[in-house]
C-alpha cells in the first residue's frame, strides 16, 4: 500500500490498513518461495479441513475427534490464512475505497485469474465424475455433500491462493540492512 490513504477513510478501513500492512511478520513471506510455501500449508490445512467436516465421524470415528481435528486444524489455517493476507497487504479484505487505482486493478487480475483456475477445476472435477459414473467403479462415486464442500472451499478461497502466488516480491531498496541480513540468516 503506499504511503498516501484515500481520502474518506473510516476508523476501521485505518485500522485494517494498518493491521494488513504491519511488517512485523514481513520476513515470513518476503520471497516468492516463502509465499509459494504458505499457500501450499493452507491449501494443505483447507483440504484437511474439508476432509474432516465432510468425511467427519465415518472417517475419523466420531463428533468429538471431529471437534477436535477442527480445533487443532482451525488456529493453524487461521494463521496461514494471516499470512496470505498480510503478504498481499490485504488486497481482498480490505474495502474498496481503502485501495489505490493500481490495488484495485491488481484485485480485479487476481479474481479473474482465480474465477479461470475454479472454472477449470470445476470442468474435471465434472468430467471425472461422469467417466466415474461411466465406469460403475464404486471407489470413484462422490458423495454430492462432499463435493460441494470441496466446491465451495475452493470458490471462497481461490482468490487468495491466487493472489498469494501473484504478489511480486518487494523492491529491494525498500528493505532495511538489518531485515535482509535476518533474512539471509533465516533462509
Given amino acids: 500500500m503506499t504511503t498516501s490513504q ?14 494488513m500492512n504491519n511488517r512485523a511478520g ?5 520471497t516468492r518461495g516463502r509465499r509459494r510455501a504458505i499457500v501450499a500449508v493452507h491449501v494443505a490445512l483447507t483440504a484437511g479441513m474439508v476432509a474432516v467436516v465432510a468425511g ?9 475427534q471431529m471437534l477436535a481435528a477442527v480445533a487443532v486444524l482451525l488456529p493453524l489455517w487461521c494463521v496461514a490464512m494471516g499470512m496470505i493476507n498480510g503478504a498481499t497487504r490485504g488486497l481482498l479484505e480490505l474495502r ?4 489505490d487505482e493500481r ?10 485469474r482465480a474465477h479461470r483456475v475454479v472454472t477449470a477445476a470445476l470442468l474435471a472435477a465434472l468430467i471425472g465424475m461422469e467417466i466415474g459414473g461411466w465406469s ?4 470413484l462415486e462422490v458423495p454430492l455433500r462432499d463435493a460441494l464442500m470441496v466446491v ?10 491466487a493472489a498469494g502466488l501473484m504478489v511480486q ?6 528493505l532495511d540492512a538489518d531485515e535482509l541480513e535476518a533474512g539471509a540468516l533465516a533462509s
Avoid at 474498496?96 to 485501495?99: I, V
Avoid at 490495488?103 to 479473474?112: K, T, Y
Fill in 136 to 139: 460403475e467403479a464404486p471407489w
Fill in 96 to 99: 474498496d475505497h481503502a485501495l
Fill in 26 to 30: 514481513r520476513q515470513l513471506y518476503a
Fill in 152 to 161: 465451495l472451499a475452493m470458490h471462497w478461497l481461490m482468490p487468495a491462493w
Fill in 169 to 174: 516480491d518487494e523492491p529491494a531498496d525498500d
Fill in 103 to 112: 490495488q484495485l486493478a491488481e484485485r480485479d487480475r487476481v479474481f479473474r
Fill in 56 to 64: 467427519g465421524p465415518r472417517l475419523i470415528g466420531g463428533r468429538w
Fill in 6 to 19: 484515500p481520502q474518506g477513510l473510516t476508523r476501521y478501513d485505518r485500522r485494517m490498513i494498518a493491521i
